[in-house]
């Protein structure tokens, strides 16, 4: 188990907040809410198992740029059974590394 990156989490708690989320929970793990989504958000692996997709459909998790391809290698190979994105953060800023897939637009 690694220890828990508070600063991460309040980051991450910020970014759902700024996007319009509701966010529930204190800890490395929370959900976010908006209209009909919630969002299951992990800003700290602490075991070598992944979220079950018991856990629901959509997981955000929330890394540091060093942990960001390990982590993306892990639910590559997992293939787990829900929408999944990796949002890094790098000081105050912060990237979409890896979104679920999307409806196609044409142009």
């Known amino acids: 188990m690694g220890p828990v990156n508070m ?10 907040a700024d996007l319009g989320y509701t966010v529930e929970g204190n800890g490395p793990e929370f959900r976010a809410e908006r209209a009909w989504k919630v969002v299951h958000v992990n800003t700290v692996l602490e075991t070598d198992e992944l979220p079950s997709s018991a856990s629901g459909q959509f997981h955000c998790f929330v890394a540091e740029p060093d942990d960001a391809d390990d982590l993306e290698e892990r639910l590559t190979s997992a293939e787990p059974n829900y929408e999944w994105a990796i949002i890094v953060v790098d000081g105050e800023d912060y990237q979409v590394e890896r979104a679920p897939p999307g409806p196609r637009v044409s142009a």
């Open 7 to 16: 600063q991460l989490v309040e980051q991450a708690r910020s970014i759902f």
